[in-house]
């Protein structure tokens, strides 16, 4: 993302790591690319000389931007399932606030 600097917060970075946040959680926290994060990750471990272990980092990380179309909203499975959800999850859908849909697990 040329011109877009990411500032490294070792401290918001340890917290979401300790509060086991997904890759992708973290991802979405900081605004960053996975590439970013990964370079986040190593610089926090050097500092703290400690290992961390990210759920996801294995795994595809998607933009979580969905467009609203003529065919209604989709969210991929592969976005869905570094949430932490699986096939065959069902969802309540409700907008409690102007913009913003929320999608509860049932």
Known sequence: MP?????????KL???????KTA??????FGI???TL???LLKLMQMDEKFYKIEGMETR??????KFST??????????SNYG???????????????KIVLEQK
Request: aromatic fraction near 6%.
């Open 3 to 11: 011109g877009k600097e990411s500032k490294f917060d070792a401290v």
């Open 14 to 20: 340890r917290t979401l790591i300790i509060g086991n």
């Open 24 to 29: 992708q959680q973290i991802i979405d926290s």
């Open 33 to 35: 690319d996975k590439v």
């Open 38 to 40: 990964k370079n986040h």
């Open 61 to 66: 990380a998607v933009s979580g931007n969905v």
């Open 71 to 80: 065919t209604g909203l989709r969210l991929s499975p592969t976005l869905l």
């Open 85 to 99: 959800f699986t096939l065959g999850d069902e969802f309540k859908v409700s907008c409690l606030e102007e913009g």
